[in-house]
Structures are given as structure tokens and as C-alpha cells.
């Protein structure tokens, strides 16, 4: 089912969780919300889910207006960060409570939701610890099993809130894997979220960049990564090299020498620099618009790691590069460097 | 490795490393291989207090709590007991003693209820809502402990009394609070407000309301959540507040004996009847009845300890 949330104002005392949030979602979508903790994205979720209500705006879900509905009422499948099972109920008896739970006009009887719980903790792959209960579960066990309560309820969208967060780096690798194929096969709209740039591009087909209660974009992975709209989404997303550059109509400076790189039609001013780390390429001393010394090198699988102090500006600005491990780098060595791809935004302070 | 500190408890003596000296060689090994390499034959014992000293704290704590709990208690029943067995039954069987006994299980019953009830929503209402005044409310929870009883008691016959608030309006219609049932059942529902809200406000709080949250989404109503959610997972605090709050409901003294009138067979109830009975040097009677208190404050403390080990278990199978 599609979403759309317009206009949502959220505050918590004079804290503006949400301004003005405007999102469409569309059917049978996987969306990821990332922003770091205080973006307003967990508020977002549960504002759609019904356990939040906005100040003022708008949320429809297929068209219909969700806000005259209490949470009990919309039919959205919640995932929480700490999986809220029932902890004095079985595993199966967790799957179950949506089918017991519904008006005894539209309640199953007891084969029937016997026969689903046991499909969807199939689905889940973990039939063989129906009798169990959630505290003799590991982390992931119960991550999933709170994903099967959610979806027993035949949800028209779900919501999971950090999904991963509370797993170990290992299981959660495993999981991201799971849950983009999970979705591949019941291709129910959901919206994940996530403080993790790496969860949400490699599990997303839609990233909602959010910061301060705003969306700073919304885009498919390779685009917020490749074309990052704000300053903010270049920082948050990948690594960057940032530099504080000025901008006089087309000229680029650094700390008064020109980069002679064009500013990509940034304003004049004051304005930072953005690069990716791998995006600096090095060469040898005067062949680039940046020089300086190397003063670490650190070699991991495919590439190296150089710390490079810049020359001029009394060499304090460090910066640190990703190189191809073909060209043997050393410390002391003098390189210059240049910027193949990159993005200047206004300095905003 | 901090082996100075003085009383060591004997769960960490267990887990208590080898003496300082020469470990910080053997840091990282297992601590079983740190065992072995310092042997028991330490210069000192470092790892607890001297024979003698531990010997006299150990006897301090038994003296102390066997003049000042169990010798009472002996006491009690071999009063209760000294003209005989049959003495003990006929003294529990006057009609007066009946009638103490009935009303303070009455008594119990409806002030043991209401507290149920008033306990489970203001502890709800503390645990699971934000609200200007919390604070304000979690701390008159606590008043009828911090107040004296017999203060709890005049506070209702200030209100209630042929003098009070209300008094003028109750003769008028014919009702009668104070020195009856009702006004003991308010007394006594003062006093022993805080035991279930105190037991239930930190286990809620620390349960959250996520699992409420999963339920109302999962479509259940508030009081599905309520009975198949929140319930079960209070049930044993629940039972504990229960018991301390029957207990005191039972015992209770100061507040009842200002608000009941002491009319004997009507408004006496079981404390009360101990006094006046002890007063006319009815011993055996007077310590029967103590005796059957007594009883109850045995029985509670067993089924404290048996609430309070469920409650644990409760606790830790829930970390995750």
C-alpha cells in the first residue's frame, strides 16, 4: 500500500522533532530512513504507525486518511528496536496474539491460526523454537520472530524501527541479507530505520536522508551517495574529506593559494569542499592542484590508507586518502593530490 | 584488584583474585592458572576479615535478632498457651473474639481490594503516561507512610466526626462513618495505599511500555493489552504488594483505634482487642489472639520469600 505523510510538525516541548516532513512511499517500496539519533526518523515511523501523533499534517495510508484510525486500527505490522515480545508467552504464542486478538466477528479458528503461525515461523526459519520462550532466544532468533508476530496480522505496510541495531556486527549482516530477500518475496511496502549508512544503502531501494526534523534527500542509494543534494548528506553518508574553501565566482581557494578546479557553480564565499576519500587521486609532487606530505600509511585489502598533511597553512590540516595498493606509498614521501570528483556547498556557520 | 576493601562478601570471595603481588606478571591468563601458580598459603589471609571478628559480628546479628524478634514471638504463643490447649480454643471462641476476627477480615478484604485496584491504576498512570504533576503524585503515594497512623485516623474523624467537615450533614441523614465499619475500611485503605503501588511502580517503569505498544499494534484493544499483556507480566509484584498490604490491613492499630469507638463485638478488631483484653489481665485470651496475628506475620513471611525469589527469576529471564 502506498503512504504519504504531508506536512508533519512534531515537537516535544520546544524541541522540533519533525518540521514539516512531506514523504511518499510507494507500493510494494523498501525505504530506508537514516539520520543520526535526534533526525526525528523514529518519530516519522511511529507517527505513521499510530503510536505518535503529529501536532499538525497529514498521513494517508492507500489514500486514506490514517489519523481518524488508533494504532489498534490501521493494520501496520511494528518491528521495535528491542523486539517487545511477550515475555510470559511462547514463541508460537507471540505469532498468535494478532489472530487471538481480533474481534471474535472476524477470528480465525484455532487450525487456522495454528496452520499460519506455523507457515510464518517457517517463513521466518524458525519453527523448531515455537515452544520456547523469547528470553531463552538469541538476538536475531527474536528479531525475527518479532517480524513474523508483526506480519501475522497480514499487514498492509510494516514498520521496523532500527531493526538491527540492538545485534552483534556478524548476525546483523545476516539479517540485512534476510530481510531484503523476505521482501522480495512478500513485497509488503516497509519503511526500515536506521542510523547505519551502510544498513540503509545496502538494503534500501529508496533512502530518506533526515537531520534536525527535515529530509535533506531522498534518493536511491547510488544517487544519495554519488550526488549528495546537502552538505549534511555528504558528511553523513560515506566518508569525506571536508575542506574550508573560498568560493570568488569561479575560482576556488585554499587557504588563499586557487585550486584551479571550477566551483561547480557553488556562490561566493566562504564554502567547504567535499571529497570522497578514494576520490583523491595522488601523484607525484607538482602534478596536482593540492601538495603535501605523507606522514602514515596503513595497508588493508585492497587499498591504503595515507595521512597527508597538507602544505601551506602551516601544515595543520591533515586530511586522510584512499589509495589502489599498485602504487607503494611512503611516509615523508611529498605527493600532490587532486580531486577528481567533488561537491562544494556554502558554509552554512 | 582491589583487595583492600574490608568486608568481602562470600559470593565474591569466590570470584576473588589471588593477592596482588605478583599477578600483574600472569594478567591476561585464566584466572584457574593464577589460582594454582598463588596457592591458598598467602602470608596473610587477604581475602576476608579474621576468625575472631567474623565470629563476633556473625553472634552480634544472632543475639540481636533473637531478643528482639524471636524471643517475642516465643513469648506470644507460650502466653497464648500457658493455661492449655483448651483455654487457647475457648478463649478464640468468644463471641467477642469471633466478632474481632470477623471484622478484621472484612475489614481486609475490602481495604486489601480497593488498594488492588487504586494501586494498579496509579501505578499505571506513573509508569506508562507523562504527566505535569508526576512527581508530585509519586510523593503523596508515599504520605500515608511518612505520616503517623493515628494522624491517618484523625484526619478522619475531622472529616467524618459529630464536630467535622461533614459531620452536621452524615447525622442529618443517618449515616455512619466513624466508629463503624466504614470509617475503619477508610482508615485502613489510607494506611495501606502505598504497598501495591510501591511494588508495581519500579517493575512497571522498568518494563517500558514497548510490549503494550506491540500489542496495540497487533490490533488488541486496551484491555486485551491490559489482561493478556500488562497483567501477566505484573502478576507476581502484583501478589507481593497484595500480601504486605493484606498484612498491615490485618495488623493495623493507631489509625483504627482512633476512628472505631472500641464498641466491644461490633468495631473492634483483632489488634484492638488485644489491648483492651490484655488491659483486664485477660492474659490468655489477649495472646491467643496475638498468637493468630502472629501466625499470619509467619505465614507472610514465607510467602514473601517464595513472591520475592519468583520475582527475581522474573527479572533475570528477561535480559537480553
New interface residues.
Partial sequence: MAIEVKNIVKTFGSFAALDNVDLKVADGELLALLGPSGSGKTTLLRII???DWPDSGEVAIDGENALSR?????????V?Q???????MTVFENVA??LR??PRAIRKDEATIRARVKELLDLVQLDWLANR???QLS?GQ?QRI?LA??L??EPRILLLDEPFG?LDAKVRKELRQWLRSLHNEIHVTSIFVTHDQEEALEVANRVVVMDKGKIEQIGSPGEVYDNPATAFVHGFIGESIVLPVDVAGDAVRLDGRSLNIPALGAASGAAKLFVRRHDMAIGPAGSGTLEGAIRHVRSFGPIQRAEVALSGGEGKTVIEIDAPRDRELQAGEIVSLQPRRYRIFAAQD | MSMQSGLVSSTSQLRAYAPTTDVSVAAPAPLLEVARAQPVTAPRNLRTEPGPIRFIIIALAIIFLSVFVVLPLVVVFASAFSKGIMAYFAALAEPEAMAAIKLTLLIAAISVTLNLVFGVIAAWAISKFEFTGKTFLITLIDLPFSVSPVISGLVFVLLFGAQGFFGTWLQAHNVHILFAVPGIALATIFVTFPFVARALIPLMQEQGT??E?????????GL?TFF??TL??IKWGLLYGVLLCNARAMGEFGAVSVVSGHIRGETNTMPLLVEILYNEYQFVASFAIASLLAMLALITLVVKTILERRLDEAEV????
Fill in positions: 504507525a499510530g503510536l488508533g494504532a489498534s486500527e490501521r493494520q501496520v505490522g511494528f521495535f528491542h523486539y517487545a515480545l511477550f515475555r510470559h496474539f494478532g486478538v481480533q520462550f523469547p528470553s538476538g527474536r518479532a508476530r508483526a501475522a496480522i540492538a | 514497548q510490549e505498544e506491540a500489542a496495540i499494534s497487533l490490533g488488541a484493544s486485551q493478556r499483556v501477566p507480566n529471564s528477561d535480559g537480553d
